[in-house]
């Protein structure tokens, strides 16, 4: 479902500036300057109302975080919240997933996360899936060398259809969970739909998806 259109979005985001970025654009290849430090910077696509993003960037301060929001209505609550308590850490943004590469450039990221992405369980919708091969290829180009990406879903065919691809695409598995809330997992940040969906007795699986080094470095 699409969230409704929010009132005064012009105005109330512009009362989120320091926590927001407006023109990732420009910020292509530099965004470490934006953070004045050489963290590692991680990247949420899909932040929805910043709960992730928000506790993930208290958890870890020495990381510079990237929470993406294509939804205004919900990217405004996410920045509203964060407004409440800037983290020198974090920054929301709002653009789509298919721009990835004019706003971050080769081997800019460290990390990507993908968090309970829309599964659209038509076949015919693969394409829009962020697990898809052509995502995957973006990805792997904007990840520095061995960059990986931590992906979470309710939905255990999203879940084994993008395992699938992950793997013809080349990259390596690693800490697959099918169950993600009864295993030893430790340092597990939950999203709203997390929430939700583990208190209705819904599985989460989670799997980090690591970039294979290029041939001529494995040697």
Known sequence: MRMRKKKNL???FAACADVMVFEPKQ?????RAL??????LHLEIGCGKGRFAIGMAELHPDVNFIAVEREEGA????????EEHPLPNLRFVSFDAAELREVFAPAE???IYLNFSDPWPPNR??????????YLEVYDEILRQQGDLCFKTDNQRFFEWSLQEICQFGWLLQNISLDLHNSDF?????????EKFSSEGSRIYRVEARRRLPEFLRK
């Open 35 to 40: 953070f004045g430090n050489d963290n590692p």
């Open 125 to 134: 919708q693969r394409k829009r899936r962020l697990t898809w091969r052509a």
């Open 27 to 31: 910020l292509r290849g530099k965004w």
């Open 10 to 12: 012009d105005v109330r």
């Open 75 to 82: 990217l405004i609550m996410a920045a509203e919240r964060c």
């Open 186 to 194: 430790e340092g597990n940040v939950m999203t709203e739909y997390e």
């Open 109 to 111: 990221v460290d990390r």
